[in-house]
């Protein structure tokens, strides 16, 4: 059978991001290529810290289809003439694909073992058609090449068709990285929180906020601690460089007028 292309991509600040919706990627993740799929969920945190790592400037650069979880990267697409672009929400990837049921085989990987079991509460009651295969919670801390091959076969094993991986950023992407490979035929989705706020254990932002680029906001306030460094640094670099990308599209526009 052959595979649609990938949707596109486009530069956001060294990141590219697809031009995509939500129907698409559970698309793509249901049917993947003979080689398998990682999908990538990327917001500020993810593309300005790629700006400095470039591991995981590789390990993005490598997934088939990364996603624009945050506003601010939507934000940064429209600016640059992409007026289509939406956000495409790691939770909303995740809950859409569970609701198709059928015959595929869905496989956690990552956080606690509370959480895991909560998300499996949950799968039961919510999405009653979805086939959960298995879930692992790995160790918490740097795995050697012994365990993490015993990881990824235990995943092996259970015959997935789609891993959702939560291990958070930068940790799950270099972890898609690494496995793509030993898993063919398999969808590795990278959705870092979206595991807590499936369980329940975490409370989502509401929608004004999320529609209005303010999620951060709201996790700042719920974890302060955990957050700050995060945010302290990337938000106003990232604003600095979408304003320097909406006065170079703008003065752009302006002189072609002039020239025309």
């Given amino acids: 059978m052959a595979h649609r292309d990938p949707p596109s991509r486009h530069d956001v600040f060294g990141t590219d991001v697809s031009l995509t919706t939500i129907p698409e990627v559970v698309g793509h993740l249901l049917d993947p290529p003979e080689e398998g799929l990682v999908v990538a969920i990327a917001n500020v945190h993810s593309v300005m810290t790629a700006r400095r790592q470039p591991a995981l400037r590789r390990a993005l650069a490598t997934a088939g289809i990364v996603t624009p979880d945050g506003m601010p990267l939507v934000w940064a697409l429209r600016a640059a ?21 059928g015959d595929t085989r869905h496989f956690f990987y990552g956080s606690t073992p509370e959480v895991l079991a ?24 740097e795995l050697d090449d012994t365990e993490k091959t ?13 891993v959702w991986v939560g291990l958070g950023m930068p940790k799950q992407e270099h ?11 398999v969808s590795l989705v990278g959705v870092g ?19 209005r680029g ?44 002039r020239i025309s």
């Fill in 81 to 101: 003439g992409h007026d289509s672009a939406i956000r495409v929400t790691g939770i909303e990837v995740m809950t859409e694909t569970l609701k198709r049921g």
């Fill in 118 to 141: 909560s998300i499996g509460s949950v799968a039961a009651e919510s999405y009653p058609e979805a086939t959960v295969a298995g879930m692992l919670s790995p160790p918490f801390r």
């Fill in 150 to 162: 015993d990881l990824v076969r235990q995943i092996r094993a259970a015959a997935p068709d789609v």
């Fill in 175 to 185: 972890w898609m990285a690494y496995a793509h490979p030993l898993l063919p035929g």
């Fill in 193 to 211: 929180a979206a595991f807590d706020w499936l369980a329940g254990t975490t409370p989502i932002a509401p929608q004004w906020m999320r529609d």
């Fill in 214 to 257: 303010l999620e951060w906001l709201y996790r700042l306030i719920l974890e302060p601690r955990r957050m700050w460094r995060r945010y302290v640094y990337n938000n106003p670099a990232f604003l600095i460089l979408l304003v320097g990308r909406y006065v170079r599209t703008a003065a752009g526009r302006l002189l072609r007028r």
